[in-house]
């Protein structure tokens, strides 16, 4: 079963343009107004008390700016920037498929590349070290878990440990 689709890849792409337009919007706006003051601020005459009132308006309006661009990018547009290149390193990068018997699911919050995952926990043979493992394959947070019986065989398909699809074979008792 696919568990990662080429959907959440572009959903992603549109939430990523979707932000990015959003605060481009902001800062047109802002730099317009800002502009339009400068060119006042230019036309008046030496010494006219106009000018401490376009001061009065461009100084807090280019500290909300300021505050809100800091604010905007470092939470809203990082995370959803995070999430888009990870969305990206899983559509496109190399793949590795295992086989390994399903123990349980770990639901504690992960951080992997900057996105909220949880946990499948697998044993799975290591054949350099010829011994078992228990290894973490990682989800969606948001997502649910994919419904595996636990002690079944699985084969499933990773990108740097992260899972994209996965396959049942058997039930298996250990």
């Known amino acids: 079963m696919e568990y990662f689709k080429q959907e959440e890849f572009l959903k992603a792409k549109k939430q990523r343009a979707k932000a990015l337009a959003i605060y481009l919007m902001v800062a047109l706006v802002y730099f317009v107004i800002a502009l339009g003051l400068f060119l006042y601020y230019r036309s008046l005459p030496y010494r006219s008390p106009d000018i401490t009132k376009v001061k009065l308006i461009l100084y807090p309006i280019t500290v909300a700016f300021a505050i809100f661009s800091i604010i905007y990018l470092s939470i809203a547009f990082r995370r959803i920037n995070r999430y888009y290149k990870f969305c990206y390193n899983l559509s496109t990068a190399k793949r590795e498929t295992s086989t390994a018997v399903y123990l349980e699911n770990d639901g504690k919050l992960f951080v992997k590349d900057g996105v ?59």
Do not use: H, M
């Open 116 to 174: 909220d995952c949880k946990a499948l926990v697998f044993l799975e043979w290591n054949k350099y070290k010829k011994d078992y493992f228990e290894r973490k394959v990682f989800v969606f947070y948001e997502k649910d878990f994919p419904i595996i019986k636990e002690k079944a065989e699985v084969e499933f398909v990773t990108q740097g440990n992260f899972l994209i699809n996965y396959n049942v074979l058997e039930e298996e008792n250990i």
